[in-house]
């Protein structure tokens, strides 16, 4: 059964820091993996999507990498900004349902 | 180009009532998952349908139940509420396929008192 880990829970910085954040899965096998921004109360805003068979995306100040052989992705957030805090989530799809398996995701805080 | 669409907003519905939820999919996405975001267990996998077809569905009790239209539009259908079904209920959709990104709706926010 797949599993997905995200640290830290949360994360407080200040404007301008650049920041990583951490997710892991157990299950190497698999297809893809996403990186969402959700607002408190809100849906989900697709950030980047990494194939299995790539390395990174990047996306304006986001950059996001893929180590499948160890289970692990990043997401950098380069210069952050105030409108950046936000509950960052990552999920992976495994096997042959399609389903995405999320991780408890990392709750940022960017002060100015 | 219109994203994913759901409605209503917000439900509220007394214990043991039935609750309808409604998704519009990306115009030419023919896949639909439904997702239930309750407090403090995070995202949980309900029910995946494409074209016309459920798929797949999640560790969830035969009283959620759903559908999808064949204009892909979707509908979840929980039925005898219990408090715990209250959560958000997110719907996705994308292109057929396992590869093709997820774009998720805005939510419909379930409240069972």
């Known amino acids: 059964k797949q599993e997905v880990t995200q640290i830290p829970a949360a994360l407080s910085v200040p404007e301008g820091e650049n920041l990583v954040l951490n997710c892991s899965f157990t299950?190497?096998?698999?297809?893809?993996l996403q990186w969402f921004r959700q607002d408190p109360g809100k849906g989900l805003t697709s950030l980047l999507l990494i194939q299995s068979s790539q390395r990174e995306q990047t996306s304006g100040r986001l950059n996001a990498s893929l180590d499948k052989s160890s289970g692990r992705s990043t997401l950098y957030i380069a210069a952050s900004q105030p409108g950046d805090s936000a509950t960052y989530l990552c999920a992976v799809k495994t096997g042959t349902a399609s389903k995405l398996t999320f991780g408890t995701g990392t709750r940022l805080q960017v002060t100015l | 180009e219109a994203g994913v669409t759901q409605s209503p907003t917000h439900l509220i519905k007394t214990r043991g009532q039935q609750a309808t939820l409604r998704c519009s999919p990306i115009?030419?996405?023919?896949?639909v998952y439904w997702y239930q975001q309750a407090l403090g267990l995070g995202l949980q996998f309900l029910l995946w349908?494409?074209?016309?077809?459920?798929?797949n569905r999640g560790n969830f009790p035969p009283r959620f139940s759903g559908r999808q239209f064949p204009n892909y539009s979707s509908e979840l259908n929980v039925n005898a509420l219990e408090l715990e079904d209250s959560a958000l209920y997110l719907c996705?959709?994308?292109?057929?396929?396992?590869?093709?990104?997820?774009?998720f709706g805005p939510g419909t926010r379930l409240t069972v008192t």
């Open positions: 299950d190497s096998a698999i297809y893809n």
């Open positions: 115009s030419g996405h023919t896949s």
């Open positions: 349908y494409d074209e016309g077809e459920e798929r």
């Open positions: 996705a959709s994308s292109l057929g396929g396992r590869l093709y990104e997820q774009y």
